[in-house]
């Protein structure tokens, strides 16, 4: 029995095969895996540096349980990380977005400065004219009421295409970067590069 316990196992070239192309492990790692020698590991990887390889007659893949255990914990780490990945992307991406939002509604409130005081001006005339007419009892030439009011409506109506103009711009803007990403996910999905 104490025999069998210092008797190595004896492993396919497959079972090797799968440590070297990962990379991760040296030789002496590889040989407390497996549970062999480090000069059969070494005798193995120059096998495998060399070219030669066993090819089975039914040219299928076979590798112990444990290497598959192994690599397949190894795939999942790594779907594991990408997806890490990829949600600290997404939040970078939503922080840039809103950091776009914040400095559009900057350059909105510049841009439409000088209409939004033309407006504020019209209605501040327009309350004074009203006011006084009220105070004084005397009837203001409506004619020059209705010649600001009709002055007003059409700086609120410029202010009010001039600010969809702008928000179609920031929408257009936000969709094709959304637009480039879906492609892009989409191509990824599909298996293109």
Known sequence: ????????????????????????????????????????????????ESGESSVNDDS???I?????EHLLSQTFKSEVNARKVISE???????????????????????????????ENLRNEIDALNKASNKKNKLVDNEEINSLK?????????YSIREMELY????????????????SNYKNSKGHK
């Open 1 to 48: 029995m104490l025999e069998d316990f210092f008797e190595k196992i004896k492993r396919s070239f497959d079972d090797y095969v799968a440590y070297f192309r990962e990379g991760l492990l040296d030789d002496r790692e590889i040989a407390t895996k497996l549970g062999v020698s480090r000069v059969n590991v070494w005798r193995m990887r120059q096998k495998w």
């Open 64 to 68: 112990s349980e444990d290497t598959f």
């Open 168 to 183: 179609y711009e920031c929408m257009k803007k936000l969709a094709t970067l959304h637009g480039t990403e879906s492609k």
């Open 89 to 119: 992307l997404d939040l970078e991406r939503a922080n840039l977005e809103l950091g776009f939002i914040r400095s559009f509604k900057q350059y909105f409130g510049v841009e439409l400065v000088s209409i939004r005081t033309k407006i």
């Open 150 to 158: 009709s002055e007003l409506n059409e700086y609120v109506k410029e």
């Open 60 to 62: 299928r893949l076979s």
